[in-house]
Nanobody
Framework: QVQLVESGGGLVQPGGSLRLFCAAS????????IGWFRQALGKEREVVSS????????YYADAVKGRFTISRDNAKNTVYLQMNILKTVNTAVYYC????????????????????????WGPGSLVTVSS
C-alpha cells in the first residue's frame, strides 16, 4: 500500500512559481499512474496533470498547459509539479494520487470527482495565490 504526502504549497504572488512535491512510501511508484488534482473552495476536485511511471507519458488540463510541468524521480520515489505564472484562480488545495493500474485519462474522467478512480491519495497541500 502506498502512502503519499504532498509538500511545497504556500502563499505566492500572482505571476510567481511554486514546486509541489509528492513523496511516496510503502511501495515504489514503478508502474503507477500519478496524478495531481486540485480543489478550490466550493468547487469540485479537478484533474490538473498526470504522469505514467511506466512510460513517462503526461497529461495536462488546458488551463495549465504551458505553465505547469509534471515530472518524476523514481530513485527518490517522488513526483513533482512545477507551477509557473500562477494566477489567483489557481488557489486551491492540491492533492497527489496514485493508481497501480494503467488507468487512462478517459477512465479517470469516467470515474469523475472526487476520486477519479485513483486508489491512493495524499492529504493535500494548500496553494494560495494572492497579492
Amino acid at each position: 500500500q502506498v502512502q503519499l504526502v504532498e509538500s511545497g504549497g504556500g502563499l505566492v504572488q500572482p505571476g510567481g512559481s511554486l514546486r509541489l512535491f509528492c513523496a511516496a512510501s510503502g511501495s515504489t511508484l514503478d508502474y503507477y499512474v500519478i496524478g495531481w488534482f486540485r480543489q478550490a473552495l466550493g468547487k469540485e476536485r479537478e484533474v490538473v496533470s498526470s504522469i505514467s511511471t511506466r512510460d513517462g507519458s503526461t497529461y495536462y488540463a488546458d488551463a495549465v498547459k504551458g505553465r505547469f510541468t509534471i515530472s518524476r524521480d523514481n530513485a527518490k520515489n517522488t513526483v513533482y509539479l512545477q507551477m509557473n505564472i500562477l494566477k489567483t484562480v489557481n488557489t486551491a488545495v492540491y492533492y497527489c494520487a496514485a493508481d497501480p493500474s494503467d488507468i487512462s485519462m478517459s477512465t479517470m474522467f469516467e470515474w469523475g470527482p472526487p476520486h477519479y478512480g485513483m486508489d491512493y491519495w495524499g492529504p493535500g497541500s494548500l496553494v494560495t495565490v494572492s497579492s
